[in-house]
């Protein structure tokens, strides 16, 4: 985890965006997503440090695309992320009567399976920072699937504090990462849905494919769905074009190999998973936040990147 920023910096910063998001509350939502499209697309030119991270990360994604399409990418992230923050500035107007106005379900017969088969274990919800994951996990509640999430503490303790309480908003909960896995198997047992998002870069984790290179990867998912038997099942947003509207978008749950060998299992299992994430990036690219370091962790002998 990051070490979390003094609280002068902290207080800088939160005024700053606090400033934006009064801004783009005031609108109407169609207007706020359209003017933060333009300010993300504007935050991009700006954005220098994190923008050669990303082109570098882009590079490693898709060797075979040119540098101006990956621009192109990069330009749609920042535009998607800009329309992610106005949405966020609205969460407090949702209720069960609006919801279906900017999100609904596809493949939701996934779930209804994965929940059957659970028989009261609760679900493993496997997503990324990816679309707007933060409607994502709103979405679910108002719809009432209350969901526990795994958190990993932001650098700014106010920005962190301020996402944390639009997250429980509608009933769902805050899990911190370092409380351990006590505390998840606890949730499952009383049915809880828990979402952990598998697409950061650990330093102590296992090195599976991703998008061809060996990325450090929590191997916290694959061991807890082995130890419980509950279902891992993939669900992300997907924004419908420049709309409002997003896609809670479910897929079939992921066959989980438990033979003799733990470890090699773990391996796979890990891998099954990146595996789909991958895939889910590789459909819509502009909606992955590009700017995270992911390939950091190398394995012993191999260069690095950043």
Excluded at 30 to 35: G, H, K, T
Excluded at 264 to 279: G, I, K, Y
Aim: proline fraction near 4%.
């Amino acid at each position: 985890m990051a070490r979390q920023i003094g609280s002068v910096q902290a207080r800088i910063e939160y005024t700053g965006i606090a400033a934006v998001v009064a801004a783009l509350r005031a609108m109407p939502l169609e207007r706020a997503v359209r003017a933060g499209a333009r300010l993300g697309g504007w935050a991009m030119n700006f954005d220098r440090p994190n923008r050669n991270i990303a082109l570098t990360n882009l590079e490693i994604a898709f060797p075979e695309k040119t540098q101006q399409a990956r621009l192109g990418i990069l330009r749609a992230m920042y535009k998607s992320w800009g329309r992610v923050l106005a949405e966020w500035t609205h969460f407090g107007e949702l209720s069960r009567a609006t919801i279906e106005r900017v999100a609904t379900y596809e493949g939701k017969e996934h779930w209804d399976d994965a929940e059957r088969k659970s028989n009261g274990r609760g679900l493993l919800v496997l997503t990324g920072h990816y679309g707007n994951f933060e409607l994502l996990q709103l979405a679910h509640s108002i719809y009432g699937y209350h969901i526990a999430i795994v958190h990993r503490p932001l650098r700014n303790p106010l920005i962190d504090a301020a996402v944390c309480g639009a997250r429980v908003r509608y009933g769902n909960r805050v899990i911190e990462r370092k409380a351990g896995g006590s505390e998840l198997l606890r949730m499952l047992r009383k049915n809880w849905m828990i979402a952990i998002a598998l697409d950061l870069d650990v330093r102590k984790g296992v090195f599976v494919d991703f998008f061809g290179k060996p990325a450090s990867t929590s191997d916290g998912l694959a061991r807890l769905a082995m130890a419980t038997g509950t279902p891992v099942v993939p669900v992300f947003m997907v924004r419908q074009g420049d709309t409002i509207h997003h896609k809670i978008n479910i897929r079939p749950p992921i066959e989980i190999v438990k033979t003799r060998d733990r470890e090699e299992c773990v391996r796979e299992n890990t891998q099954r998973f990146s595996n789909a994430l991958e895939q889910i990036i590789r459909e819509h690219p502009d909606h992955w936040n590009w700017i995270h370091r992911r390939w950091k962790t190398r394995p012993p002998g191999e260069h690095r990147f950043y």
